[in-house]
C-alpha cells in the first residue's frame, strides 16, 4: 500500500510551517526513490531530528537532501547518513548538521558507491574526534576537494591536517577550509590523474559497443592509507576498478594515459565474465597454484577478446611491457617471472630464456582455442608450474602481490562460487525475478517446468512445503534452503536515545533436519525426571468450572464454613465471614515462545558424561525437549524458535516448531538438527519474536529467553550497546503485552540481565548441567 503524506497529520504539525512546505516539495522525488518502508523511515528521520530541538533548518537540510542522496546510491545510504548525524548532534552544532545534509548529494555523486559513501562517514566521525574545528570548514569546500581526490586521498590529506593543527584551531580551520597554502599544496600532492566517477558513463559505453551488452561498473577505493588494493576485481556481476588511475610511465620512456589505463582495466575484466566460468577445481586448487591458474585463464580471455577486437592489442601489450624491464643478471622474484610470463603469452615476438616462461609458452600452447573445456589441461599445468617455481625457489607467498601488470583484475572471479541468481543476471538485461505466493492447487496445475533453474522468471512460493510421490520436497530434491523476504527492523541508539530507523535486517532461514532418536533417546533416559513433570503438570489447575472456596461475597453457601462459624458465634468468639463458594470458569489463554541464543558459545564444553562431552548447545536442546513436553501436556500453545547474527544485515531466525503445529518427530529432527554459529544480536531476534506474538489472540503471552551470554555481534565494539538495544525491545515487547524473561546460563549476568529485563523477569543458573529439570518447573510455577 502506497505511503500518503495526508496519513501522518501529528507529525506534519510537529514539524512545523516551514519543514512541512519544503516535505510537501519533496515528498513527489521522495515517492519516487523511496520505497514504502524507506518513506516511512524518511519521515520518522525528520520527526527525530526535530525532536532534537536544533531547530527546522537542520530537518529542512534532510528533507531537501535525503531523495538525492537516494537517487545517486540508494536509500540505505541516506539512512546511515541519519544515523551519522544522530551520533555527531551531541559533538557539534545545528549549523554543522545541516551543512553536512546539504553536502550529503555532492558526495554520494562524486563517490558513487555505497561502500566510499560509509567510508565518507566513518571519516567525518573521527574528524569530530580529532579536529572538531575542521569540520565546518571542510564541508564547505567538500566539491572541491572531491572533484580534485579520491576518499582515500582525502582522508590522508585530512589527516595531515590533523596531525599537524591538533592543537591550532585557527589554523586548523584555514586548513580545512583550503585557506592556507600548505592545504592546497598537500591536496595537489594527493590529487590523481583521473577519477573514476568523472569517466564511468564513458566506460559504460565503451563496454557496450565492445560486446553489445550491459555491463555494471563501481568504484573500489584500495587501502585508504598505503595506496595499496588498487586492483581491479569482479564481484556478483559488478566489475570494481579503482577510483583513480594517474598516466602510467614504465622505465623504457613510453607513457601510457590514465584514460587508456581504465580502458585497458575494463576491457580485460568484461572480457572475464564473457568468457570465464566458475570452476569447482579452481576453488579447491592450494594457493600457489592459483597465479599461475590465473596467469593462462588472462591470457586466453586476452586471445579471444584480440580475435574479436585486434585494437585490444596494442593497448595491453604496452601495459604489459611496462612490467618487464628488470635486471636479467639478477634473481628475479616469482611476480617478476609471472610478469614475464604474461608478456610473452601476449606477445609472439618476445623473447625470454627462463625456463619457466618457455614451459608456460608451451602449456598455454596445448589449450583450445574455442570454448571447449580448457580447465583440465589449465589445472593440470598449474600444478606443474608451481611445483617447477618452488624447486627454483620462487616460493608463494599471500602476503606478497604477485601480479605487476597493472589492467588486472585479481582473478577472485574465478574461484569464488557464483552468487545466487533469486534476482536475476542483471548483466543478461533480462527481467528481475518475480516471486509469486500461490496456493498448493496452482502449483500442481500451472507448474509449466518442474526442473527450471535459477534464471526462471518467477519463482513460486508455497505456505507449506510441495512433497513429491515419493515424499521428498522440491527443495531437498534441488538441494536449496527456503530463505523469507528479508524484514527490517530498527535499532536503539543509547548516546544518542533515538532509533535508527531500517538498521537490522533479519532472514527467516528452515531449520537444518537431524535424527529424531537423539531426543527421543534423551527422554528415554530421563523417564525419573519425566515422572515428576508428570506429576507437577497434573498439580496445575486445569481448565474449566473452578470452585474457590473462603470468599465472604460467593454465588452459594459453604456449609461446613457455615457450620465453624456459628459455633465461633455460640461461644462468643469472632466467626470467619468467609462462608461463600464463587464459582467461575478458568481458561488458560496463553501462548509461549521459547527463543533459543544459537550462537557460536553454545559449543562451548561444560563437562563430560559416560557417553561424551557436554555442550551449552545439548543442554538447551535437551530443555527445549522436556519443555516441550511439558506444555503439550499441559496443552498450551507454544513455539520453538532459535536466532544467531553476523552483523546487523544478517540476523538469522529459525522456527522449529510453530503454535498450530503437533510436537512430533519433524519438531524433534529439527531440535537435533541445531547448531551453533555466528553472534548474539539480541535485541532484533526478540523484536521479531513480539511480531510474531503480536498476531496471537491469547489474553497472555510470554517469551522465554535461553541465552548463554550477553547481547554481542561482530560489527559492534561497544559492550553497552547491543544491551541498551536490547532492554528497549523488552520495553517495546511490554508495551505490547508480551511478558519477557530471560533464563541465562551466564554465571557472570547478574549485573547486566537485571538491568535489561528488570529484576524479577530473569534467572541466573548457577548449575548448568541442571538446566533441562529446570526450565519446565520454571514455567509451571510461572503460569500456575
Not at 148 to 160: E, P, S
Not at 285 to 311: M, N, S, T
Not at 548 to 572: H, P, Q, Y
Amino acid at each position: 500500500m502506497a505511503v500518503q503524506l495526508v496519513d501522518y497529520p501529528e507529525l506534519l504539525e510537529d514539524l512545523g510551517d516551514h519543514a512541512k512546505e519544503v516535505l510537501e516539495a519533496n515528498w513527489h522525488e521522495a515517492a519516487r526513490v523511496f520505497t514504502s518502508r524507506g518513506l516511512e523511515a524518511y519521515l520518522q528521520g525528520a520527526s527525530s531530528l526535530k525532536a532534537l530541538g536544533r531547530g527546522s533548518d537542520l530537518v529542512v537540510a534532510f528533507v531537501e537532501s535525503a531523495p538525492q542522496v537516494a537517487r545517486e546510491i540508494g536509500e540505505q545510504a541516506v539512512f546511515e547518513m541519519l544515523s551519522t548525524a544522530i551520533r555527531m548532534y551531541s559533538k557539534t552544532s545545528a549549523q554543522v548538521l545541516s551543512l553536512f545534509f546539504s553536502s550529503g548529494p555532492v558526495v554520494a555523486r562524486r563517490l558513487g558507491e555505497i561502500e566510499l559513501f560509509r567510508g565518507y562517514l566513518l571519516l567525518i566521525d573521527q574528524l569530530l574526534a580529532q579536529a572538531p574545528q575542521g569540520v565546518r570548514p571542510m564541508l564547505g569546500k567538500i566539491d572541491v576537494l572531491l572533484d580534485q581526490m579520491t576518499l582515500g586521498g582525502l582522508r590522508r590529506w585530512a589527516m595531515w591536517g590533523v596531525s599537524a593543527y591538533r592543537n591550532d584551531f585557527a589554523a586548523q580551520a584555514d586548513f580545512f577550509g583550503l585557506a592556507s597554502a600548505q592545504a592546497q599544496a598537500v591536496m595537489q600532492k594527493e590529487r590523481r590523474g583521473v577519477l573514476f566517477i568523472d569517466i564511468q558513463r564513458r566506460l559504460v559505453m565503451y563496454l557496450r559497443a565492445l560486446w553489445g551488452r550491459d555491463f555494471f561498473l563501481r568504484p573500489t577505493s584500495g587501502d585508504f592509507e598505503t595506496r595499496e588494493g588498487y586492483r581491479p576485481y569482479i564481484e556478483d556481476y559488478f566489475i570494481y576498478v579503482p577510483d583513480a588511475y594517474d598516466d602510467w610511465e614504465n622505465g623504457q620512456g613510453e607513457r601510457t594515459a590514465a584514460l587508456e589505463l581504465f580502458r585497458a582495466a575494463a576491457a580485460h575484466a568484461s572480457a572475464h565474465v564473457v568468457f570465464s566460468r566458475f570452476d569447482a577445481r579452481f576453488e579447491l586448487a592450494p594457493a600457489a597454484q592459483r597465479p599461475w591458474i590465473g596467469l593462462l585463464e588472462d591470457a586466453w580471455v586476452e586471445r579471444r577478446a584480440i580475435g574479436k577486437f585486434p585494437g585490444l592489442y596494442p593497448l595491453w601489450r604496452q601495459l604489459a611491457t611496462v612490467q618487464v624491464s628488470v635486471d636479467r643478471d639478477a634473481e628475479p622474484d616469482l611476480a617478476q617471472v609471472l610478469a614475464r610470463s604474461a608478456r610473452a603469452l601476449l606477445d609472439a615476438d618476445y623473447e625470454d630464456d627462463h625456463p619457466l616462461v618457455a614451459r608456460v609458452r608451451e602449456a598455454f600452447g596445448r589449450l583450445p582455442e574455442d570454448d571447449s573445456d580448457r580447465y583440465t589441461p589449465i589445472v593440470g599445468a598449474a600444478v606443474e608450474l608451481a611445483a617447477q617455481a618452488e624447486a627454483e625457489g620462487l616460493r608463494y607467498t599471500p602476503a606478497v602481490e604477485t601480479s605487476l601488470i597493472p589492467y588486472r583484475d585479481d582473478n577472485r572471479y574465478l574461484w569464488t562460487p557464483p552468487v545466487s541468481a533469486s534476482l536475476g543476471d542483471p548483466l543478461a538485461g533480462g527481467q528481475p525475478q518475480v516471486r509469486k505466493y500461490v496456493s498448493i492447487m496452482e502449483m500442481i496445475n500451472t507448474v509449466d517446468v518442474e526442473n527450471a533453474g535459477d534464471d526462471a522468471q518467477e519463482v513460486w512460493v508455497l505456505s507449506t512445503e510441495f512433497y513429491e510421490d515419493d515424499g521428498v520436497t522440491l527443495n531437498e530434491r534441488e538441494g536449496k534452503i527456503p530463505i523469507s523476504q528479508p524484514m527490517t527492523y530498527s535499532e536503539w541508539d543509547y548516546q544518542t536515545q533515538l532509533e535508527r530507523p531500517l538498521w537490522v535486517t533479519l532472514y527467516e532461514k528452515r531449520a537444518k533436519m537431524g535424527d529424531p532418536e537423539v531426543v527421543n533417546g534423551f527422554l528415554e533416559q530421563q523417564k525419573p525426571l519425566v515422572q515428576r513433570l508428570k506429576k507437577l503438570i497434573e498439580a496445575v489447575q486445569p481448565q474449566g468450572v473452578v470452585r474457590e472456596r473462603k470468599v465472604e461475597d460467593g454465588d452459594d453457601i459453604d456449609i461446613n464454613a457455615a457450620v465453624l462459624a456459628l459455633s465461633d458465634i455460640r461461644m462468643g468468639q469472632q466467626p470467619d465471614p468467609r462462608i461463600g463458594i464463587r464459582t467461575r470458569l478458568h481458561v488458560r489463554d496463553l501462548s509461549v515462545m521459547l527463543l533459543i541464543d544459537l550462537s557460536e558459545s553454545t559449543n562451548d564444553t561444560l563437562r563430560s558424561r559416560a557417553e561424551g562431552d557436554v555442550t551449552v548447545l545439548q543442554l538447551a536442546r535437551e530443555a527445549a525437549a522436556l519443555l516441550a513436553q511439558a506444555l503439550e501436556r499441559i496443552g498450551d500453545p507454544f513455539m520453538l524458535c532459535g536466532f544467531d547474527s553476523n552483523g546487523r544485515h544478517d540476523v538469522e531466525f529459525y522456527r522449529f516448531k510453530e503454535f498450530d503445529a503437533p510436537y512430533d518427530d519433524k519438531v524433534k529432527g529439527r531440535l537435533a538438527g541445531m547448531t551453533g554459529q555466528l553472534s548474539t544480536r539480541m535485541g532484533a531476534a526478540l523484536r521479531h519474536a513480539g511480531t510474531i506474538m503480536d498476531r496471537r489472540a491469547s489474553q497472555k503471552k510470554l517469551v522465554i529467553l535461553l541465552t548463554d551470554g550477553e547481547p554481542a555481534d561482530n560489527d559492534v565494539r561497544d559492550p553497552q550497546y547491543l544491551r541498551f538495544d536490547t532492554k528497549k525491545a523488552v520495553e517495546e515487547l511490554t508495551r505490547k503485552g508480551i511478558r519477557t524473561f530471560c533464563l541465562s546460563l551466564d554465571p557472570y549476568a547478574d549485573e547486566y540481565v537485571s538491568r535489561i529485563f528488570g529484576a524479577r523477569n530473569y534467572l541466573v543458573m548457577d548449575h548448568v548441567d541442571r538446566l533441562p529439570e529446570k526450565l519446565p518447573q520454571l514455567y509451571i510455577a510461572m503460569t500456575k
